[in-house]
């Protein structure tokens, strides 16, 4: 069954503090996402990549980043948290190219991340 | 720029009746379509797409949705709703370069299903 698995379902974190989210697939798609979903605001994209190494931003960078190392991970950072960064953050992937699936997105479960 | 509107924030059904979810997009060639369900503190996980071909298209749950070019719209129905069916819906635009490209939401329905 394929799979996005992001590595904390549950996080609370200090002001300041600095945060790693993890993110792996295991479907070798070459596009990943990070969102963040809020109450009213839908799903906003943070930052995506579509190759090792590559980012781009997304509609809210902001206070955000990002690293990809390797293909099946993705990592969003937060270098200072703050309290308006409370939010749940998904995960997505996607593949390439014109396979039959391209475009779809394949979700994570989702990371709530709580700063006090 | 690609655009999504889900006009209904919030519907609520009862169980066994009919369910439609609109949806309306800007697209400046043939979109690629989507609907998605997220269940309470779970990601998202797609309910059906339409890429090309007929334009009626069956998905999962006993989901189905139309696209209408002249309408713009891709709404989603199902025929008859279950009390597990209560969840969120997104509907979406997908990349037009899949290579590299990202995916436009709507800012998502709320379906709540009495008994």
């Known amino acids: 069954d394929v799979k996005v698995t992001q590595s904390s379902r549950y996080l609370v974190k200090r002001t300041g503090e600095k945060v790693f989210l993890e993110c792996v697939q295991d479907?070798?798609?070459?596009?990943m996402f990070w969102y963040r979903q809020d109450p009213g605001l839908g799903l906003r994209l943070i930052y995506f990549?579509?190759?090792?190494?590559?980012?781009e931003k997304g509609d809210i960078p902001e206070g955000y980043s990002v690293s990809r190392e390797k293909k099946e991970r993705f990592s969003l950072i937060l270098e200072s948290a703050s309290t308006n960064q409370t939010s749940m953050y998904l995960c997505?992937?996607?593949?390439?190219?014109?396979?039959?699936?391209?475009?779809?997105?394949?979700f994570g479960e989702g990371s709530r991340l709580t700063v006090l | 720029a690609q655009s999504v509107t889900q006009p209904d924030i919030h519907i609520t059904v009862s169980e066994g009746a009919s369910l439609e979810l609109r949806c309306n997009y800007s697209?400046?060639?043939?979109?690629?379509l989507f609907w998605y369900v997220q269940s309470p503190g779970q990601g998202l996980q797609l309910l059906l797409k339409y890429f090309s071909g007929d334009t009626l298209v069956q998905g999962i749950k006993g989901f189905e949705a139309e696209f209408k070019r002249s309408q713009s719209s891709f709404n989603l129905r199902k025929p008859s709703v279950h009390w597990s069916d209560a969840a969120e819906y997104f509907c979406?635009?997908?990349?037009?370069?899949?290579?590299?490209?990202?995916?436009?939401f709507g800012d998502g329905t709320t379906l709540t299903v009495k008994p």
């Open positions: 979406a635009v997908g990349p037009y370069n899949t290579n590299a490209g990202k995916s436009t």
């Open positions: 479907m070798d798609h070459e596009n």
């Open positions: 697209y400046g060639a043939t979109p690629y």
């Open positions: 990549s579509y190759d090792v190494k590559m980012k």
């Open positions: 997505a992937s996607s593949p390439g190219g014109n396979q039959g699936t391209a475009g779809e997105l394949f």
